[in-house]
């Protein structure tokens, strides 16, 4: 159990921490000769059980209280000090209120220096105390009068923290690995070495991590848990990592993550429910923060979603925009301070890390971040499903939620999502897919009853333009097996769509197809057709136009058509370059049809136009290996 000071400067958290534990906190030479905690400082002591609990003393002053909530997220229980004589003093309150923004609800108040006042003081200390903690979600937690110099008062604490951690229930160690550095240093012979707290997830000596939002790439070479070597650590535990990698100690900062290359997904903007406090003033759209997430101190801003303003007391919800890269995952709490770092003027609690770029304030974005706030992401996943005719990315919904891939299978099984290369579609969104594409091919062939079809690629965008290609390709391949859906060469159609060319077109054709098929892969373009056979320009663009809508042709380039029998040939060929190489290159296909470059960059262009090929730089790469030949024309 993790266990972290609260207070006011010089009402003794350092000294309780060492009677404690025996421990002296204050690490810094600075901070020995004056006297004040001016950063974190960690202790552990261990239990009868064998267990450890680690305590993790703040700063008391009003100027450092960035380093405050660094220390203060991730904790499991709070260790509110208040001295006797003083009794709640400034920091005591804005302390508490910070803890209440965090949503710690788990704590116990040590009433220090009780051998400076008589007991009609402590007393009075103590319904001071009680006046403070009504309405806090410290309300009702214990008070231990004591003497942190003298040791009274000290035993029935400690039981009290050793009971409370007896019955502790450890943190689940679900979710990919997160730890958020608030302390980086070298020691000789080991490295470079970041302290923090495990948020979520297990670590173990060898594994790969990232220092994000770098992107340092780093191996974990030995760990240390509660101070005492290891071979894992987990989530809820204070774990020191020794690392090697590509970088140095200057370059890791405290904010900074060791994460899962899962989560490496640095953001600028999340979406999030904020609180201002009651005895704050009022929170204008806009309003210039410090944002205070984990162990981070970023600026930014705060854009209201639903209210121009928040009352003290209220809630809202809100994106923050950030100045600089940090990394966040739906849940995680945050703290908001004015412009000089001065004041608390909000919390909060991260909802999206990915918000829409647009229609943030629409009230169906709103409540789905309504939907947002509970704690089961099943919740948010339906309602998210069913306003998502395209599918959900599941990849960005489970990093959201850092969700460990057995998690989210789980999950999606339990939605009872269809789950294609990462997109997700209930049952209901499957069918009306369905129903939408054979609704686009009716009215296709209703409009032009003399094309053989359409090409798959245009069908997708006339079924649904945002529907990723491969769930399309899942939807076509099952209407097809159904029966539902025709394909003649590299057209889809309707089983009973039959295109109609007349009898006078397919006579001139037959003339007029000797000349394309005497260079199959380098045909002559219209003008050159009518210049060998007389026939009049116009009329062979409006033969070769009715004869491609019939699928016995196709337009590769301006005004230059290919048999189908010359397109499956070049199609055949892309598969052999791809097949060898992984890829078609311009150079290697001119070389394998012969003629000029232009006309081989025309062919891939427009193999990649109709789906067949998708342009990766100067690569042509075969958008589905396994079916590509299915859909060929023959």
């Known amino acids: 159990m993790l266990i972290g000071t609260a207070g006011h400067i010089d009402h003794g958290k350092t000294t309780l921490v060492k009677a404690l534990t025996g421990v002296d906190a204050d690490r810094l030479p600075e901070e020995k000769a004056r006297g004040i905690t001016l950063d974190l400082g960690y202790a552990y002591t261990q239990l009868p059980d064998g267990s450890m609990l680690g305590f993790i003393d703040v700063p008391g002053h009003e100027k450092l209280i960035h380093n405050m909530l660094a220390g203060a997220t991730g904790i499991d229980f709070v260790l ?149 070597p290891a ?138 971040l309504a939907a947002m706030r509970d704690d089961d992401p099943a919740t948010t996943l339906a309602m998210t499903a069913a306003r998502s005719p395209a599918g959900v990315d599941l990849v960005r919904f489970a990093a959201n939620w850092n969700l460990d891939d057995e998690t989210a299978d789980a999950l999606w099984q339990r939605a009872k999502l269809r789950v294609i290369d990462g997109i997700g579609f209930p049952e209901s969104n499957w069918a009306a897919l369905r129903t939408r594409l054979l609704d686009a091919l009716a009215r296709e062939h209703a409009h032009a009853p003399d094309l053989a079809g359409v090409e798959r690629e245009r069908l997708r965008r006339m079924t649904l333009a945002t529907l990723p290609r491969a769930a399309f390709d899942v939807l076509v391949d099952e209407l097809l097996a159904a029966g539902v859906v025709a394909q003649t060469r590299a057209w889809l159609h309707l089983p009973s769509h039959r295109a109609s060319v007349s009898a006078a077109d397919r006579d001139l054709f037959s003339v007029l ?43 590769v380039a301006h005004d230059h058509y290919f048999t189908t029998a010359a397109v499956a040939e070049l199609a055949a060929i892309v598969a052999e370059l791809s097949n060898a190489h992984g890829a078609a290159r311009a150079a290697d296909f001119r070389d394998c049809i012969g003629g000029g470059r232009k006309v081989a960059i025309h062919i891939l262009e427009f193999f990649d136009r109709i789906g067949y090929t998708r342009r990766v730089r100067d690569d042509h790469v075969l958008r589905n290996r396994d079916t590509s030949q299915e859909w060929l024309p023959r």
């Not at 302290?195 to 070479?221: E, N, Q, W, Y």
């Not at 704050?280 to 600026?299: F, K, R």
């Not at 373009?525 to 016995?552: C, H």
């Open 513 to 555: 197809k000797r000349l394309l098929d005497a260079e199959p892969y380098n045909p002559p373009r219209v003008r050159d057709v009518f210049k060998a056979s007389g026939t009049p320009e116009e009329n062979v663009r409006q033969l070769f136009k009715r004869i491609a809508r019939a699928g016995d042709l196709f337009l």
């Open 80 to 228: 509110l000090v208040v001295a006797a004589d003083d009794g709640p003093m400034p920091q005591t309150r804005e302390h508490l209120e910070l803890i209440d923004l965090l949503g710690l609800t788990k704590g116990a108040v040590a009433l220090t220096k009780c051998d400076m006042v008589d007991a009609a003081r402590v007393d009075a200390a103590k319904r001071e105390i009680a006046e403070l903690l009504d309405g806090t979600a410290l309300a009702g937690s214990p008070v231990f009068p004591l003497s942190a110099i003298s040791g009274d008062g000290v035993p029935p604490l400690r039981a009290h923290l050793e009971a409370t951690a007896r019955g502790h229930r450890a943190r689940s160690a679900t979710g990919h690995f997160r730890l958020a550095i608030d302390r980086a240093f070298t020691l000789s012979g080991v490295g470079t070495v970041v302290t923090g707290t495990v948020h979520a997830g297990k670590i173990s000596r060898g594994d790969a991590v990232l220092i994000s939002p770098p992107g340092f790439k780093a191996r974990v070479r030995s760990l240390h848990v509660q101070d005492r």
């Open 231 to 368: 071979e894992s650590g987990q989530a809820g535990d204070r774990c020191a990592l020794a690392l090697t990698g590509d970088f140095e100690k200057q370059d890791i900062a405290r904010g900074m993550w060791v994460v899962a290359p899962e989560l490496h997904r640095p953001l600028i903007r999340f979406q999030a429910e904020i609180r201002v406090p009651a005895n704050q003033p009022e929170l204008e759209h806009w309003h210039a923060v410090h944002v205070n997430l984990a162990a981070s101190d970023v600026t930014g801003r705060v854009a209201l979603l639903d209210c121009e303003k928040v009352r003290a007391g209220s809630a809202a919800m809100a994106e923050i925009i950030l100045d600089r890269e940090i990394l966040a995952v739906r849940g995680d709490r945050f703290i908001l301070r004015d412009a000089g770092a001065m004041r608390t003027v909000a919390g909060g609690r991260v909802l999206d890390c990915f918000p829409p770029t647009r229609h943030k304030r629409t009230p169906e974005r709103l409540a789905l």
